[in-house]
């Protein structure tokens, strides 16, 4: 079976760039989510969609950054326009929650070098 | 809000020798607790999660963990850890939403 996809594995920019990161998550899950990793910040939590809603976006930094779930096969996570303090390797994740927490299954993530 | 304390940034054991990492947390009530793994370039993988029930967790690849709620602990076991287990361990907690640990990197010594 085929897991999480994201696309690019690599992007390197200059600042003021947009920057589009693309995922799939695995087919039938129903919660996607978008993660930063940084050596400083470690792992932080972006935005998480249900259904293709966003629920919590309280990790999005600032307007720069926005997130679209146009539906349950796609997502994409966009930086307009981007900055060298956006490099950081950036993990989309699905699952399948029942009524609670379930396991994330994560993709090999995006890494974003911003110059 | 919930958060993790994993205390050792760095770990290095000899192959074959037992390996526990250890992981904190702060929760007002009993959270979700997951273990999971990073290789380099890779995402993460879960090792074993705690919901209910028994407090000794058995997960992939010979780990397993203790829930402990008089010490808000979740330590991670190995009783003979392989050169393949390098990889950094994540500590996770999920109350209202999944926060992770800061992480242990796991050198494995020949």
């Known amino acids: 079976d085929a897991g999480v996809i994201q696309s690019p594995r690599h992007e390197v920019t200059e600042m003021g760039q947009e920057v589009t990161l693309r995922c799939k998550p695995i087919s039938g899950h129903n919660s996607l989510f978008w993660y930063r990793q940084t050596m400083m910040r470690g792992l932080e939590l972006l935005i998480y969609?249900?259904?293709?809603?966003?629920?919590?976006d309280s990790g999005m930094p600032e307007d720069r950054f926005s997130a679209k779930m146009p539906n349950a096969s796609f997502s994409t996570l966009k930086i307009q326009p981007s900055e060298p303090r956006d490099s950081a390797v950036y993990f989309c994740?699905?699952?399948?929650?029942?009524?609670?927490?379930?396991?994330?299954?994560f993709g090999e993530g995006s890494r974003l070098t911003v110059l | 809000a919930q958060s993790v304390t994993q205390p050792d940034i760095h770990i290095t054991v000899s192959e074959g020798a037992s390996l526990e990492l250890r992981c904190n947390y702060s929760?007002?009530?009993?959270?979700?607790l997951f273990w999971y793994v990073q290789s380099p370039g890779q995402g993460l993988q879960l090792l074993l999660k705690?919901?209910?029930?028994?407090?000794l967790v058995q997960g992939i690849k010979g780990f397993e963990a203790e829930f402990k709620r008089s010490q808000s602990s979740f330590n991670l076991r190995k009783p003979s850890v392989h050169w393949s287990d390098a990889a950094e361990y994540f500590c996770a907690v999920d109350g209202n939403k999944l926060v992770f640990g800061a992480g242990t990197i796991l050198r494995v010594k020949s």
């Open positions: 969609f249900n259904n293709n809603v966003p629920i919590d």
């Open positions: 994740a699905s699952s399948l929650l029942q009524g609670g927490t379930g396991e994330l299954f």
């Open positions: 705690y919901f209910s029930g028994d407090t």
């Open positions: 929760y007002g009530a009993t959270p979700y």
